[in-house]
């Protein structure tokens, strides 16, 4: 029959063995023979002779493109006329020589100015009356506009023209009412025309005007005059008319042939498709590519129709099972030398088995997400086991956590990058998570994850892949971490549950005052609810002092005293106002009801569900430590008692959070009997908790908690500074008594 001692050890062997064939499976499964080196790459020279097996015809991709491109090249922009810009310039050109027109409309007479009269004698009147009686009064037509004014009219109206332009159209209108007085030819309506057909000419029958043609057309129209058909007009008039028409016309042109986008592309696709596939055949027996021949798409399509690379051996994958396997025992034997109370326990190993397995499975991720695009590798949750194990065991164990994650991704993907990041990336909670005290830091650990882990995925990409990748890269790792980090959290309380592992989760909530077993001891027993709340202070305090974990050595001093509240009435804390009922009572008896908070305390601890790390406070809190004021007052009775009758049932503290408790509690308690007495000091606090301290070292209730001796001298300290807070000397308030 096998003893107790073997059990533990059998169960690890199991666990271990379990964890190695489900690691394997989880890197194995699904994966078929794979492409042995060497094998050949397109554009790269080919690393062996490869022949055709048989007839094989493949379309030349690259070269059918490229004569598919050269098709669609050849084909011109189609254009089509905007007739609307058509109409719009010619009516520019109309315009402007309305508007010159207009400029010789006389200027109105203001109403104040009365026309000349003149007096004439009508034919018949007698010269004596002349002048007396017939009157006729004639008004004098208004004249048309002078120069100036058709000028500043016509500017106005087209502040882009030269000035010479206006003046030589205005000066041409003007001359022309002065030659048809003297019945010569006019020109004005003529160079009109000659303007309108230089602008149809120039806008409809050249085919139009595109975008690129436009300033160069106007400038050379400025520079180079077209000759106009004006028979008659002098040479030096002419040019200045020619000028004049040119510049109008140029400010009148518009673009009015733009690039038909879907007619090009249709007649490009239609030549593109016009060309054939260009093929390549390959004869049974030929030479695909020879051995540092440059291999084509072609050649590379060919060799893997014809089925010329070989396949893995069944031997690969079961070496990938194999180097799985051996880092898995490797993470085992960090966790046999590095952290004992792990090894020891059989549940936690079989949660850091869990962990493992999921690791595996989490490193084929890439292999799915990542096919075509390598950046998205980057959102394996790597940092989500930094997070668990760093909540569940301890710093340690999640930087070991690094071990299989790193190497399982790398086994799984050949990606340099990505084991790298995996096994950064499962570190970088840890700082964050490990030493939280509060749910706030564990949510901030979430956020800081996902702020370190994205420049860490884009350096990588950066670094291995090109500058290209980085920013996507980091944004997927930022993803990962933040979203790792709320997975876990979200596991974190069902592995706590499943494993029954008390977590910095599961002690915030027991530190929570309104916890049932909490809020029991305060309605039973406020004296020893505020004597625990006050322990768990100072416990909390000594803890930080030398680095144990303040809140489990909080919430085991919350705890601690909760068979009080069984029956209160029997503890001094409680009386306040009644009788002690100890003092009808025999030393053994009184010894065997204290005794008796205990076992109660277990008792509720159980029905409570308190972890037992934290129901250990209950236990260890007095340890085996004799019941002095009751085994006094047996000696008074009878010399000759046994000091063993007054001794609690407890046991030794074997953890530094036990043994600080042991010592807080002990101190509070022997503080608020000396306050009661005499007024406080630093120096009579220090001398008291010194004798405590002593009297556990002498008793040897600390022989168990592997406590230093430089650590007591730290628990002192905080223990010294934390009871002079709570219990300084108040200043008397008038009329209160002596003191408040």
């Not at 010894?591 to 972890?611: C, D, K, N, T």
């Not at 042991?662 to 000396?674: H, P």
Request: include cysteine; glycine fraction near 8%; charge should be negative.
């Amino acid at each position: 029959m096998r003893s107790r001692t073997q059990r533990p050890g059998i169960i690890r062997a199991m666990v271990l063995g379990l964890t190695i064939v489900l690691v394997g499976l989880a890197l194995v499964a699904g994966r078929h023979g794979e492409e042995t080196l060497p094998v050949p790459v397109a554009g790269q020279p080919s690393p062996s002779d490869f022949v055709a097996t048989a007839d094989y015809s493949v379309t030349n991709v690259a070269e059918t493109n490229a004569a598919r491109e050269l098709a669609r090249a050849s084909v011109d922009t189609i254009f089509q006329e905007d007739t609307e810009q058509t109409a719009a310039a010619l009516r520019g050109v109309q315009f402007f020589f309305e508007a010159v027109k207009a400029a010789r409309a006389p200027v109105e007479v203001p109403a104040e100015e009365t026309p000349d009269t003149t007096i004439v004698q009508e034919e018949g009147v007698p010269d004596d009356q002349v002048g007396t009686e017939t009157v006729v009064v004639t008004t004098v037509a208004p004249l048309p506009a002078d120069k100036e004014t058709q000028l500043v009219r016509v500017r106005e109206a087209y502040p882009l023209l030269n000035d010479s332009t206006i003046e030589a159209i205005v000066d041409l209108r003007n001359l022309d009412f002065i030659r048809e007085d003297n019945g010569e030819e006019t020109f004005f309506g003529v160079v009109q025309a000659e303007a309108n057909d230089l602008t149809e000419e120039l806008l409809v029958q050249g085919g139009g005007i595109t975008a690129t043609q436009l300033d160069s057309l106007q400038s050379e129209l400025v520079t180079a005059p077209r000759r106009l058909n004006v028979p008659g007009m002098e040479e030096g008039e002419r040019d200045l008319i020619e000028a004049a028409v040119a510049d109008v016309v140029a400010n009148s042109l518009r673009v009015n042939r733009r690039p038909d986008d879907p007619a090009t592309e249709a007649a490009r696709e239609a030549a593109a498709a016009g060309v054939p596939d260009v093929t390549v055949a390959y004869v049974e027996g030929e030479l695909i590519a020879g051995e540092r021949e440059l291999v084509t798409e072609a050649d590379l399509e060919a060799i893997v129709a014809l089925g010329l690379i070989q396949q893995a051996e069944p031997p690969r994958l079961a070496a990938l099972a194999t180097a799985a396997g051996l880092v898995v025992l490797l993470a085992g034997l960090f966790i046999w030398r590095t952290a004992p109370d792990t090894w020891r326990r059989p549940k936690l190993m079989a949660l850091f088995g869990l962990l493992t397995v999921l690791a595996a499975l989490a490193a084929r991720l890439p292999e799915v997400i990542a096919v075509d695009r390598p950046e998205l590798g980057y959102l394996i949750p790597a940092a989500a086991f930094g997070y668990l194990a760093a909540i569940l065991f301890d710093s340690r164990t999640a930087l070991l956590m690094a071990i299989p994650v790193g190497a399982f991704t790398a086994l799984a993907n050949s990606d340099v990058s990505l084991a790298v990041y995996a096994a950064a990336a499962t570190t970088i909670p840890v700082p964050f998570v490990s030493a939280a005290s509060s749910r706030t830091s564990l949510r901030l650990g979430v956020l800081y994850t996902g702020a370190a882990t994205a420049p860490l995925a884009a350096s990588l990409a950066w670094f291995f892949s090109g500058a290209d990748q980085a920013w996507q890269a980091g944004a997927a790792g930022f993803a990962a971490g933040s979203i790792a980090g709320i997975v876990a959290l979200g596991v974190l309380p069902f592995l706590e549950n499943t494993f029954r592992i008390t977590t910095t989760l599961t002690l915030l909530d027991l530190t929570d005052r309104n916890h049932p077993a909490l809020r029991l001891l305060e309605e039973n027993a406020p004296g020893s609810f505020n004597h625990s709340v006050l322990v768990g202070t100072l416990a909390g305090k000594a803890a930080r002092a030398i680095g144990a974990n303040p809140l489990l050595a909080q919430a085991a001093a919350y705890y601690h005293d909760l068979g009080k509240a069984v029956r209160p009435q029997y503890f001094i804390e409680n009386q306040f106002g009644v009788s002690n009922p100890h003092d009808e009572m025999t030393p053994e008896e009184s010894a065997e009801v204290v005794r008796e908070h205990v076992s109660e305390g277990l008792r509720l601890a159980r029905q409570y569900r308190i972890p037992a790390e934290v129901a250990d406070g209950i236990r260890m809190h007095h340890g085996n430590s004799i019941m002095r004021f009751f085994y006094h007052r047996a000696l008074e009775l009878d010399p000759g008692a046994s000091p063993n009758t007054y001794r609690h049932n407890g046991v030794k503290p074997v953890r530094k959070e036990m043994a600080i408790l042991m010592l807080s509690d002990a101190c509070e308690g022997a503080t608020r009997s000396l306050v009661q007495q005499e007024d406080p000091s630093t120096s009579n606090i220090g001398k008291l908790v010194d004798q405590i301290i002593y009297e556990k070292l002498e008793d040897g209730q600390l022989d168990e908690s592997s406590l230093t001796f430089g650590e007591l001298t730290k628990v002192k300290g905080a223990l010294v500074e934390a009871l002079i807070g709570y219990y300084h000397t108040r200043v008397p308030y008038p009329g209160f008594g002596p003191q408040a």
